[in-house]
Each structure stands twice: as C-alpha cells, then as structure tokens.
C-alpha cells in the first residue's frame, strides 16, 4: 500500500521568505510523486511532478521539488514566497504497480503575510 | 477546454436524509475519480471508473454509499442514509487513458454538511 505524510499542517510565513515543506512517501517500489495546490475557492491544480530523470523538477509559479529516494522524500520549496501563494498543499504518490490511483497526504495549509 | 463540472456545490442535509452528487468529466477522459476530503485531510479516493466499469472502490462504504456512471461519461455519487461523519467536500477528477500515469483534473467540488 502507499502512503503520504506530510509534517507540517500549518505554515505562516512573511513575504520574501523561503519555504520549504516536507513530504515523505512509503511505497516498495518505483513511485511518481506530485505536488497538488488549492488556492482559497479553487479546484486542486497540479503543481509539478516527478516521474523520472532528474531528480530536481520545475513547476508553475516558481516551484520546485526535489525528490531523495534514499529518504522518501519530496520536498516542495520556493526561495521566495508571495501573499498570492496563500493555499493549501498537498503531496500524492502514485505506485508504479497502482495504476492511476493518487494516495494524497494530510495538506499544509500556508499564509503568507503582506 | 472546459473543465470537471460538479453540482451542487454545496449541499445541507440532516443525518439519515439522502443525498446525491452529480459530476460531467473532461470531454473525452474514459477515467473518472469520485474522493472524499474531510476538514484537514488529503482527498481520498472512493471510486475509480473506467468508461462505465468500476476500477476500484475498496474505500467506498457500500452500505451507504453507491456510484454510477450508466453510459461512461456522467456520474453519480450517492450517500444513503447520512451520517455526521460523511460531512466532507466530495471531489470528482476524469482523466484519459493511455499508457503510464495520466494526470487527473479536479472539479470543483460539492461541500455536503450534515446536521
């Protein structure tokens, strides 16, 4: 079975400050991971996704992710964050042998103060 | 493109009523996602269909709840009879179907809350 946990439920950070938020995975095998947001009153968009290859994947809005297999980890980061990143986050696993089925961890909600 | 089309958004009912949410994909998308997310946590998964044939619904409580999707495009997700429990914002995602992973696009969302 696979699963997501997601340490940090609440982030409250001021404009121009890094973020980082963690995600670790438990999955026996190859896995695809992805970072899903919702911004306030919105559907849950995709935010970037690993597959394969590199190890350090780009999305939108200046968001990376770096995936670590020996650690399962994914962690999202961003060196400077903006009132408009305001949302939840949430990370999702994907096994190799599940088909399409997303296992999503528990969200970090994030402020950002003006 | 329009996108994952859900109604209600938002829906009140009393514990034991019956309710039942309505959900249009992704023109085109064979696969279609039905997931609960209550207040906190991540979505998960109900339902899973391929055009008109369930996929996976290990995490459905079927005894109350029950999902269709007659003519593999719209769906039906259906709760009865409600519990308090089952308060929670109910999200519907389509995809294609090809090869590998494809990457699943969310509806809005239907918030049942139930008094």
């Known amino acids: 079975a696979q699963s997501v946990s997601q340490h940090n439920h609440h982030v409250i950070l001021s404009e121009a400050a890094s973020l980082e938020l963690g995600c670790n995975y438990s999955?026996?095998?190859?896995?695809?991971l992805f970072w899903y947001v919702q911004y306030p009153g919105q559907h849950l968009q995709l935010l970037l996704k690993?597959?394969?290859?590199?190890?350090l994947v780009k999305g939108i809005k200046g968001f990376e992710a770096e995936f670590i297999k020996s650690k399962f980890s994914f962690n999202l980061r961003k060196p400077s964050v903006q009132w408009s990143d305001t949302a939840e986050y949430f990370c999702?696993?994907?096994?190799?042998?599940?088909?399409?089925?997303?296992?999503f961890g528990g969200g970090t909600r994030l402020m950002v103060k003006p | 493109e329009a996108g994952v089309a859900q109604s209600p958004r938002y829906k009140i009912i009393e514990k034991r009523q019956s309710v039942a949410f309505w959900c249009n994909p992704i023109?085109?998308?064979?696969?279609l996602y039905w997931y609960q997310q209550i207040l906190g946590q991540g979505p998960k998964l109900l339902i899973q269909?391929?055009?008109?044939?369930?996929?996976?619904d290990s995490q459905l409580p079927k005894d109350r709840f029950s999902a269709e999707r007659l003519k593999g495009v719209d769906s039906t997700l259906k709760i009865q009879p409600a519990k308090l429990e089952d308060s929670a914002v109910y999200l519907c995602?389509?995809?294609?179907?090809?090869?590998?992973?494809?990457?699943?696009?969310f509806g809005p969302g239907t918030r049942l809350t139930v008094l």
């Open positions: 995602a389509s995809s294609t179907r090809t090869s590998g992973y494809n990457e699943q696009f």
């Open positions: 999955y026996g095998g190859t896995v695809n």
């Open positions: 690993y597959f394969s290859g590199d190890p």
């Open positions: 999702a696993v994907n096994g190799a042998n599940a088909g399409n089925m997303l296992t």
């Open positions: 023109s085109g998308h064979a696969t």
């Open positions: 269909f391929q055009n008109n044939g369930v996929v996976d």
